[in-house]
């Protein structure tokens, strides 16, 4: 075991990378950050903005991070190193420990949300069986249900993990999120069918193209679709260095991004008509044109959609939150193996002790977010989504399109096979997605 290579672990199969890849992507982002986005940023506007960022920027971008991993078939630190190399080391080893802490960061608020899932479910649960007063206290927001919950989640990773990639995450992925999809379409159906659904679904489907090109629609799209397909920190870096070389890398980055762009479009179609729904029940909402309580909006809207339903509703509302929780375990997977990896590979230190370390240190800082909620929790997602991985993404592009080997290795690559495709793909990641992400940048800032 005293070289790193020999000791990799990997997936034993091409569909073992699509699994855990598509259980990286599929996660809170779709089900809780998606829709809230998009009602609270003109539904139909965002959705539009939303797939065109998601076809022309983050697709790229997804499949740049993927490709780095699988050349270079090493941790994201390493994987950077490699890409940038002897004369752009330090950039390449900086970007590294960036994107590190990003996948930190991502942690650091998303065990947090993962943890009110858990409550969720859990709530469904003890009411089902009769305690009322411990359901009410499980799906009402406090400090002390962060302090208990966002552990719990934690450890419950930590054990998966530590068994290692092909026992611990190929497994896990994708077992459960058929059943999810499922889930969400029936419940779509049933939504669609109550009073009040056309005006939501309006409001989802009809863009108001006077919206479309406000900078902070844009910009939240973006983060959105970044987020969503879990680039920018390395966890798909680190899932492409796990599947062997010489994969149709294009391929699978199109059907990932296929499907979770559908389950993304399917949570809003259950929520925008939801909350419609609920006003027309006679909830309030809105207050003065905004939506209340943002982040908390699926937790207000989802629950009186389960109770709709009668006693099923319980076992609905059971399920719905534990396939979240698991698809948010899933996520939080990925982000985990980008610190574990490079411990492991880089540091020398065993797997299991990484797994701890990396944990304890994501439990220090979820903590830090909980005790100064209000000022850290919503700052950290926008400093992630909107900042650190569109930057992270430029800096892939800048890498596979013009640093690697001192020039444009997708051109390389197509020249060598004769590929026209994917020749004209290296043209467009080279030129038209570095230029595109700039003027984004620009344009937000003024
Ligand atoms: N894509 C995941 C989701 O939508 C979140 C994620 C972001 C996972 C970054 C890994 C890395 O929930």
Not at 130 to 139: P, Q, T, V, Y
Not at 213 to 218: A, M, N, T, V
Not at 264 to 269: D, H, N, Q, R
């Amino acid at each position: 075991m005293s070289s790193p290579t020999n000791s990799r672990d990997s997936f034993h199969s091409r569909i073992g990378f699509i699994l855990a890849a598509a259980g990286s992507a599929i996660g809170l982002g779709n089900i809780w950050g998606f829709p809230t986005q998009a009602a609270n940023n003109g539904g139909g506007a965002f959705l539009f903005v939303y797939l065109i960022v998601t076809v022309l920027l983050a697709v790229p971008a997804l499949y740049a991070e993927v490709y780095i991993g699988n050349q270079a078939q090493k941790n994201p630190v390493s994987a950077l190193i490699q890409a940038c190399g002897e004369r752009f080391k330090n950039t390449g080893r900086n970007a590294g420990i960036i994107g590190l802490v990003g996948a930190m960061m991502m942690l650091s608020f998303y065990t947090i949300v993962a943890g009110w899932m858990l409550a969720h479910a859990l709530s469904a649960l003890s009411e089902l069986f009769g305690f009322i007063d411990l359901a009410n206290w499980l799906s009402t927001s406090s400090t002390l249900r962060n302090i208990i919950f966002t552990p719990i989640f934690l450890l419950l990773g930590a054990f998966i993990i530590h068994r290692g990639v092909h026992a611990g995450i190929e497994r896990w992925s994708g077992r459960l999120m058929p059943i999810l999809l499922i889930m969400l379409i029936g419940l779509v159906i049933y939504i669609l069918q109550q009073d009040g659904a056309q005006e939501g679904v309006a409001l989802y489907l009809i863009p108001d193209f006077n919206q479309v090109l406000e900078p902070k629609l844009i910009i939240s799209a973006m983060g959105q679709a970044f987020f969503s397909l879990s680039i920018g920190v390395g966890g798909m870096m680190v899932y492409g260095s796990y599947m062997k070389k010489g994969q149709d890398i294009g391929k699978l980055v199109l059907s990932i991004a296929a499907l979770d762009t559908f389950i993304a479009f399917l949570a809003g179609l259950l929520i925008i008509p939801a909350l419609f729904v609920a006003q027309h029940a006679g909830q309030e909402v809105f207050r003065d044109g905004n939506l209340i309580g943002e982040g908390q909006l699926i937790f207000q809207i989802l629950p009186s959609l389960f109770a709709s339903m009668g006693s099923v509703g319980l076992i609905v509302s059971f399920s719905f939150f534990t396939l979240l929780s698991i698809a948010a375990l899933t996520s939080t997977i990925s982000s985990t193996e980008v610190p574990v990896s490079y411990l492991v590979e880089d540091k020398n230190i065993n797997r299991k002790r990484a797994t701890w370390l990396v944990s304890a240190a994501v439990f220090v800082a979820s903590m830090t977010l909980v005790a100064f909620f209000d000022v850290l929790f919503g700052l950290v997602i926008q400093l992630l989504t909107t900042i650190l991985q569109p930057l992270m993404s430029l800096f892939y592009f800048i890498v596979v399109g013009w640093v690697w080997q001192r020039g444009n290795q997708l051109t390389d690559l197509a020249q060598l096979q004769n590929n026209r495709k994917l020749k004209a793909f290296g043209f467009y990641l080279r030129y038209f997605c570095p230029i595109l992400l700039i003027i984004v940048f620009i344009n937000v800032a003024f």
